[in-house]
């Protein structure tokens, strides 16, 4: 019996739609990653700001963050979401499901550059779709936290509910952007330099198929140590994507341009340019001091059944 669907079998032969196996079935190998991670990324938001103040399970029903348990939530929501979309895309794709990852491996790990555009399309779409899905569970659990909270979503008491789907920098920077955006670029480093030790197997790489798991644990640890000041994106199509699609949904300039009165203006671009600059960083970093020295020493023997090519979260394969 074949493991290929009728309807795949027609569009591989009757259609335009062909070669499932090339640059197509890993652009659809990042939409699906990108919205899983997006679908319990911000599902696990959405619990933590609306659904569970809501449901009577907090002192009140505008209760949020009472407690450092309530970030921890949601960072290891965000590091469970992440290793769960590396494991359904990561064998076509390598998993990027982060445009700062494409760009950095097409900067310095030998992906092809032709396909940095249709990867980074393909994320910030499944992101946008995956938004879409958590407004659609949990719009009941959204509205009812605004209205306890006496706000609508295009008002500055929006940013609550608005923060289910990107991020904002916290009031202490008083709208000023450099400090969020180094935060940023210094986030999307660690993060990028933790994917490539990982999968590097002249390094002490993951054995087994547990590499996308130490990668959530990456995602967690950077929530933890460096999530309060920006909320730690780390990822144009993880922040863009919903962000768009809340802009969509009513949360008006406080998801685009990012704007709330007396606090910060103009916003959306830092979790953009700030993970594209840090991770091309972080990688040129994990080079200079490990890469390369290890490099310098040859080859390690590779483990059967692992290959040497185009590196990603999902892959097991050496660098070069």
Request: aromatic share 12%; net charge neutral; glycine share 12%.
């Amino acid at each position: 019996m074949s493991d290929i669907t009728p309807l795949r079998n027609a569009l591989r032969n009757g259609s335009g739609l062909k070669r499932l196996g090339g640059t197509w079935g890993e652009v659809l190998a990042e939409f699906l990653g990108t919205f899983v991670l997006i679908a319990f990324g911000d599902g696990v938001v959405a619990m933590a700001v609306a659904a569970l103040p809501g449901s009577g399970r907090t002192a009140t029903d505008t209760t949020i963050f009472n407690a450092a348990g309530d970030w921890l939530l949601i960072t290891w929501g965000w590091a469970l979401a992440v290793a769960l979309a590396v494991y359904v895309a990561g064998g076509v794709s390598g998993a990027h499901l982060n445009p700062a990852v494409t760009l950095a491996f097409a900067f310095r790990r030998k992906f092809a550059w032709n396909k940095v555009l249709p990867y980074i399309v393909a994320q910030v779409v499944g992101a946008f779709v995956a938004a879409a899905l958590v407004y659609l569970v949990y719009h009941d659990a959204i509205d009812a936290f605004n209205k306890a909270s006496k706000t609508g979503r295009d008002q500055a008491g929006g940013l609550a509910t608005f923060s289910i789907f990107a991020t904002f920098p916290a009031p202490y920077f008083n709208g000023n952007m450099v400090g969020p955006l180094i935060d940023q670029i210094v986030g999307t480093a660690f993060l990028l330099m933790f994917i490539v030790a990982i999968i590097d197997l002249r390094n002490t790489a993951v054995k087994a198929n547990l590499g996308p798991l130490i990668v959530g644990f990456a995602v967690a640890a950077i929530g933890m140590s460096y999530g309060a000041n920006a909320g730690y994106a780390i990822n144009p199509a993880r922040d863009f994507g919903p962000r768009l699609f809340a802009w969509m949904a009513g949360w008006g300039d406080v998801a685009l341009p990012g704007t709330v009165d007396g606090s910060f203006s103009w916003y959306f671009w830092v979790p953009i340019v700030g993970p594209l600059i840090g991770g091309v960083i972080g990688v040129l970093l994990y080079d200079f001091f490990i890469g390369d020295v290890l490099h310098s020493r040859g080859p390690k023997p590779e483990p059967v059944g692992r290959t040497r090519e185009d590196p990603g979260l999902g892959s097991t394969a050496a660098e070069e």
